[in-house]
């Protein structure tokens, strides 16, 4: 089911995957996305998450000082130490994949366990975007994405959709839902939430960046 709705709304071309250190998917087809990767990035935390699963990452990202020997040992020509601390371990695999010259990047691992790494790493997708040209957070629950101004996006008809935006003065506007949003505003983290799509695409026009969340759930 979550693998006929991903290809629909967010059809793959040759993808790179980054894990990072939040809730490993559960979805078989997810686990798949990162055998079929052309490269790996691992951050660190997460390493463990991999190795669990059988998989070798082709980078691995941070300060590493949490890696126990046996790990720095067996994956020392993989290891990317980045000590500064002005950036988390996701922004720092972000940027490695761009001097990589990487694109349709893949970022699991992103939610879950610790919230406040969650709101972070969600927020920092509007960030993304200005590196990566396509760059999508994917759990077993649905699929954030960032847009710089106007766009159209896949849907289905009944899909739970989100928006999102850092600008509180950003105004929004999309007819193809159940709540339709004329010139809408911002005025909270929350206001664009909880809507419903009506159509198979959906029409944005925005006044600045905004994340979009399409839920894998389908209301018929």
Known sequence: MLKNILQQIYPLAKHNVIIADGLFPKNKYLKNLILTSNSIICC??????????????HYIIGDCDNLNPIIQSKFANKIIKITEQNSNDLTKAINFAKKLKLDNIIILGATGLREDHTIANIALLADYIKLIKTVAIISDNGIFTAHFKN??????????????????????????????????????????????????????????????????????
């Open 44 to 57: 660190d935390g997460a390493i463990n998450k991999l190795i669990k699963h059988n998989v070798e990452p």
């Open 151 to 220: 766009c159209q996006l896949n849907t289905i008809i009944g899909q739970q959709v989100s928006f999102f935006s850092l600008n509180l003065n950003t105004f929004i506007t999309c007819n193809d839902l159940k709540w339709k949003l004329d010139n809408y505003k911002f005025n909270s983290w929350n206001s664009g939430t909880l809507n419903q799509a009506t159509s198979n695409f959906i029409n944005i026009k925005a006044t600045d960046t905004i994340i979009v969340y399409r839920a894998f759930e389908i209301k018929k």
